[in-house]
């Protein structure tokens, strides 16, 4: 439902996205947080008449996921060449929390691809749930000898004319762009990307550590699931994931459904970074939740035993995770609630430079989540449109 009038969430516990609040309340009208503020003072506030009251009897207000790094959900997906499917998948992740998302595309052929960037720009503003922030190209100028379940074939040397039709294709909607910093050029597509406001990420590649810092010099400063198809560390060459532990500066997509990454070492990482530099992503296929069908992913056969494996080599595929298990998962893991909330919502809007998302505050978007301490999702709101999930929520 949607509503023009006020609405009031209180006797909730909120995490704003950098902090936690007990006993508070959220005020939103039409898109967006209009104040937060304690139960004492709900108690003694005069509120329009029209004001709706939604008693969340101790559950949390979080803001809402936003997932950078997706390729399908409950078996749509951005490589189908629909629209449809890309709607589809907007309106399947409100279940899981999602407010926005980056629907991301693997390396294709060059035809294939721009015909998949054009069914996802066709999709935007069309949404009836999650909100399609833009585009994530993963590939294709991205290493061979680092592929995971990329095809060689799709790939392409650096190419800024190519990149050109892309954003074409795109209307100028690519947020974010997975490369290989080592290949030949690629100092002259990051500086294009630059001028373009595209945030580039280091991901599938061979780097070496020194080219790793070349690539940090032109603002390659994020990676691609940090660890999973990318250089290793080593006492005398540190390697792409070397330098993400070695530079502060550097930012990270982490998968926590712990096949991907062991938990001990999401641990370590926040040891060694700052906690604003790491992202929850889910690199979720159209597979994850499918109800029925065979799975198919990305063109292949691919089987579930916790993360999806390619049948015909038994080379991770990709992760069954939703945002909501991700953040349940890391607190499994050893981090604070609100460690795993920021890291699902304020890190990213920060890195991908949506300053309007990612915080319970005012002035910023009513794109919320409601969960209990069983991790349940109550309601997901989407630019204040209410979702709702459950039953009516348990104290956290």
């Known amino acids: 439902m949607f509503m023009s009038s006020e609405i009031c969430l209180h006797n909730a516990t909120v995490l704003t996205g950098y902090s936690v609040m007990k006993n508070c309340a959220v005020l939103i009208k039409n898109y967006k947080i209009i104040d937060v503020f304690n139960e004492a003072r709900f108690a003694s506030k005069k509120f329009k008449d029209d004001v ?66 054009k069914s996802i720009t066709a999709a935007m503003g069309k949404e009836k749930g999650a909100k399609i922030l833009g585009i994530h190209l993963e590939g294709p100028f991205i290493s061979p000898s680092r592929l995971g379940v990329q095809s060689a074939e799709s790939l392409s040397p650096v190419d800024i004319s190519l990149m050109d039709e892309f954003l074409a294709a795109a209307e100028g909607h690519i947020i974010n762009m997975t490369v290989a910093p080592e290949l030949k050029n690629m100092r002259e597509l990051a500086l294009y990307c630059i001028s373009k406001g595209i945030v580039l990420q280091a991901g599938h590649t061979n780097a070496t550590y020194e080219q790793m810092v070349e690539g940090m010099q032109v603002r390659i400063l994020h990676t691609t699931h940090l660890f999973n198809a990318m250089s290793r560390m080593h ?3 540190p390697g792409a994931v070397g330098a993400v532990f070695i ?32 992202v929850l992503v889910t690199d979720s296929l159209k597979t994850t939740k499918q109800p029925s069908g065979p799975l198919i992913a990305n063109g292949d056969e ?18 069954a995770l939703t945002m909501i298990e991700g953040v349940k998962n890391l607190v499994s893991f050893g981090l604070t609630l609100d460690q795993a909330v920021q890291m699902a919502s304020a890190n990213p809007a920060k890195i991908m430079r949506r300053e309007h998302l990612g915080l319970v505050a005012p002035g910023y978007d009513a794109d919320l989540v409601v969960f209990d301490k069983d991790f349940n999702i109550h309601y997901t709101i989407v630019k204040g449109q209410i979702f709702k999930q459950g039953k009516t929520p348990c104290a956290f």
Request: glycine share 6%; net charge negative.
């Open 235 to 237: 006492h005398r060459d």
């Open 247 to 278: 530079h502060p500066e550097m930012s990270c997509e982490l998968i926590a459904d712990g096949i991907h990454i062991n938990p001990e070492f999401i641990k370590f990482l926040l040891r060694c970074k700052p906690l604003d530099k790491l």
């Open 52 to 117: 709706k009251f939604i008693d969340l009897q101790g559950a949390c207000i979080a803001p809402g996921f936003i997932d950078t790094h997706i390729h399908g959900i409950e078996g749509h997906g951005t490589d189908d060449q629909s629209p449809d499917s890309i709607l589809k998948m907007s309106e399947s992740l409100t279940k899981y929390g999602v407010t926005s998302f980056i629907p991301t595309l693997y390396s294709a052929p060059r035809d294939k691809m721009i015909k998949d960037i």
């Open 302 to 319: 691919v089987y579930l035993d916790k993360c999806f494996y390619r049948k015909s080599d038994n080379v991770i595929a990709g992760s």
